[in-house]
């Protein structure tokens, strides 16, 4: 007993605790290591080839450069691009605005406000799929309920074909997206408000500050470090989206809300253009990359 | 009623009625007459619902098949996340060196890959171990996603224990093995739980992956893969979908109404970091 309990001990001791923590950490290592980062390096490699899904399993094809300068001189890859980059601008606007919005609204003293801040995140639960369903539905073009409601209001003189027609189908998109993603932003910046000390309320009233000013001075940049992680997740959430805009539209009509990830399965896995497909997801990984780094870095060291 | 309360609250009513809608919807659509479906107006709250769609949805279409998959596949990937979490956590948590942070956080950028860049090496390598279209090829790709969050958000609840217990268990002489098996993991039950709900419903909900590696094999379809092909693949109502929806989100919805505490520090788990 007494060897056992000295050799249980001395595993506790300091020079024994970096072993244990690689020891622990190195089976999710390994399995990570065998399905992300070996991927990773195969799609690398992929990239590099003029190879389609056919050749997969055959000789290593020739080095080449062919699948990157292709994407950027390719009208679709920037089309896409710049379908993704709407989406994020609107996305991530659209977000902030609800998002922040509805935390600041659940943060006020009412009563079921604990009730409020259950269903204002709400959407959060639903699948994306079932989410993008769910829109695709309400914007039918026959007997979808939106178009009931403009008819109604008088907005529109007849029913819209939402999903067939390019920026209404781009509008539909960015709706059911930001729906989806905004619970998060709310729950971050409820986090946020409720971590702001109530005296620098008191202090800023005290000093004749109106309730904008408050807003201004007091809230918002208590709210910043919170509002850059949300930002960098909500853009990654965004660019990496596909099951949203697969299910409402395809990519269609003609390429309107061909994403950069939707372009990229499509390449891959309708075209079978398996190294090109690789590339263009990598550039989006370096695009996505970069950013998060960006937004990091300035908040880490303001 | 002072004014000042009363006004917030009207306000976040007419807020949760519009952001909930879509939702009630589902749920209307799904027990509508089928007459109702092409009704001008809508029929917004159902007088007379009808559960013929539900019926429909679960016997005459492979349903509760894809439920079945879908249990296997997220069943699967959660076992395995749960046992990597687990120590993975515990490692970030009691002991962490410069190597393991580094993992940690190289664990985190994989939030950054786009599925759909990840699901084409996956393709070629599962394709070549004759992994294809099996469900232990969407369970796999699903770890992916759910190693990293659960090793961030089980070890931020391993930081809640004070470490205490397992100091006095060491001077024991209990290895630090035995004190997760035997004190850590006993105490931590509800974080465990958390997180397993977390990633068997972040399996539940994935589509890429699924939809990528599932859908030449009909039969291994999970729920997911289901519902976005059944508008295009059957001849089918609006009923019916909607119906395979409520079957889909309301569980999850159930879940995160009554776990919503525990599952919040989920989708903030890493996110402080």
Request: charged share 10%; net charge positive; glycine share 6%.
């Amino acid at each position: 007993m007494a060897v056992a309990a000295r050799s249980g001990w001395r595993l506790w001791r300091p020079s024994a605790r970096g072993w244990l923590g690689v020891l622990l950490m190195g089976p999710s290592a390994i399995v990570v290591a065998f399905l992300i980062i070996y991927p990773l390096a195969c799609a690398l490699d992929l990239s590099f080839q003029k190879i389609r899904i056919t050749r997969v399993g055959a000789a290593r094809l020739p080095f080449t450069l062919d699948n990157y300068s292709r994407a950027l001189a390719s009208d679709d890859f920037w089309n896409a691009a710049l379908v993704s980059l709407g989406f994020v601008i609107l996305v991530t606007l659209g977000c902030f605005i609800v998002g922040v919005g509805c935390a600041l609204l659940v943060n006020q003293r009412f009563p079921g406000r604990r009730i409020a801040r259950l269903l204002v995140a709400l959407p959060w639960a639903v699948p994306e799929v079932v989410a993008a369903t769910i829109w695709a539905w309400m914007f039918d073009g026959s007997f979808g309920v939106i178009n009931w409601m403009l008819l109604k209001l008088g907005l529109v003189n007849a029913p819209v074909a939402w999903l067939s027609q390019p920026h209404e189908a781009f509008a539909v998109c960015t709706i059911a997206l930001i729906w989806s993603g905004y619970p998060f932003v709310a729950v971050m910046a409820l986090a946020g408000l409720q971590a702001i000390p109530g005296e620098l309320y008191e202090a800023a009233q005290m000093d004749g500050a109106r309730a904008w000013q408050r807003f201004r001075h007091v809230t918002l940049p208590a709210l910043r470090p919170v509002c850059a992680i949300a930002l960098v997740l909500v853009v990654l959430r965004v660019v990496r989206d596909f099951a949203t805009v697969f299910v409402i539209t395809g990519g269609g009509p003609v390429g309107a809300t061909r994403s950069l990830a939707v372009y990229t399965y499509e390449q891959a896995f309708s075209f079978y253009n398996i190294g090109y497909a690789a590339a263009v997801g990598l550039i989006t990984l370096a695009l996505c990359a970069a950013f998060s780094g960006m937004v990091v870095r300035k908040t880490v060291a303001p | 009623m002072k004014r000042g309360t009363l006004l917030p609250g009207l306000a976040t009513f007419v807020v949760c009625a519009l952001v909930l809608f879509p939702i009630w919807w589902m749920l209307v659509t799904a027990v509508a007459q089928p007459d109702d479906i092409r009704a001008f107006p809508p029929v917004f709250v159902p007088t007379h619902p009808s559960f013929a769609a539900f019926h429909t949805i679960l016997f005459d279409r492979p349903m509760l098949r894809w439920i079945m998959n879908s249990l296997i596949v997220a069943g699967l990937s959660t076992a395995l996340t749960m046992v990597l979490g687990v120590l993975g956590g515990y490692a970030l948590s009691r002991f962490s060196s410069r190597v393991v942070r580094a993992a940690g956080m190289s664990v985190l950028l994989a939030k950054m890959i786009p599925t759909t860049l990840l699901v084409i090496p996956l393709y070629v390598l599962f394709r070549e171990y004759g992994l294809l279209a099996t469900l232990t090829s969407a369970a796999l790709a699903h770890c992916t996603v759910t190693i990293p969050f659960a090793i961030w958000m089980l070890k931020a609840y391993f930081d809640s224990i004070p470490a205490e217990l397992e100091e006095a268990a060491a001077i024991d002489g209990t290895t630090p093995l035995g004190a997760l098996w035997r004190i850590v993991l006993p105490v931590s039950l509800p974080g465990l739980g958390a997180t397993a709900l977390y990633a068997f419903i972040l399996s539940w909900n994935e589509f890429a992956f699924s939809r990528t590696l599932l859908f030449s094999e009909p039969s291994n379809w999970t729920v997911t893969i289901g519902i976005a092909s059944i508008r295009g693949e059957y001849i089918i109502s609006w009923n019916e979908i909607m119906a395979a929806s409520a079957i889909v989100a309301v569980p999850i919805i159930i879940v995160f109404l009554w776990l919503e505490r525990y599952l919040v520090v989920g989708l903030t788990a890493g996110a402080q970091k």
